[in-house]
C-alpha cells in the first residue's frame, strides 16, 4: 500500500507504550499520520532504540487496537512534568495504515 500524501492532524486516542527494558507505560496521542505520532508519557524512552506503540482508536464509531513497532525522532521534557515523544513508524499493518488514513483525512 503506497500513500503519497498523510495529513498530519490532532488526535487523542490512549494506549500504551512498550519499551526494550519491559517497561509498559500509559500514553495519549497528541498528533498522527501514517507516517508518525507524537505522544505524551509519564516517563522518557530510557535508551530504547525501537519501541512497540498499541493504540485504542477510535472513528465514526469503529474501534481498533492498532499495533505499530516505531523508531524514536524525539523525547523532550515538557512544562506538564510528561514527555513528548515523536516516534515513526518502523513496521504497520496495512489495515491500521487504513484506518488512520481514514480518521486524518477526515480530520484534515
Known amino acids: ?3 503519497t500524501h498523510s495529513p498530519y492532524v490532532r488526535c487523542f486516542w490512549t ?3 512498550y519499551l526494550t527494558n519491559g517497561i509498559v507505560m500509559p500514553i495519549h496521542c497528541t498528533h498522527i499520520s501514517t507516517k508518525k ?3 505524551e508519557a509519564p516517563n522518557g524512552l530510557q535508551g530504547s ?3 512497540k506503540l498499541e493504540l485504542n482508536a477510535i472513528h465514526k464509531g469503529k ?5 505499530i513497532l516505531c523508531d524514536p525522532m ?3 521534557f515538557n512544562e506538564h512534568d510528561k514527555h513528548y515523544i515523536k516516534l515513526a513508524f518502523h513496521t504497520i499493518s496495512d489495515k491500521d495504515v487504513s484506518f488512520i488514513k481514514e480518521f486524518a ?3 484534515s
Open 15 to 17: 494506549g500504551s507504550l
Open 37 to 39: 505520532i507524537e505522544i
Open 105 to 107: 483525512d477526515a480530520h
Open 49 to 51: 532504540k525501537m519501541v
Open 74 to 76: 524525539a523525547d523532550i
Open 1 to 3: 500500500m503506497s500513500i
Open 63 to 67: 474501534m481498533a487496537k492498532i499495533k
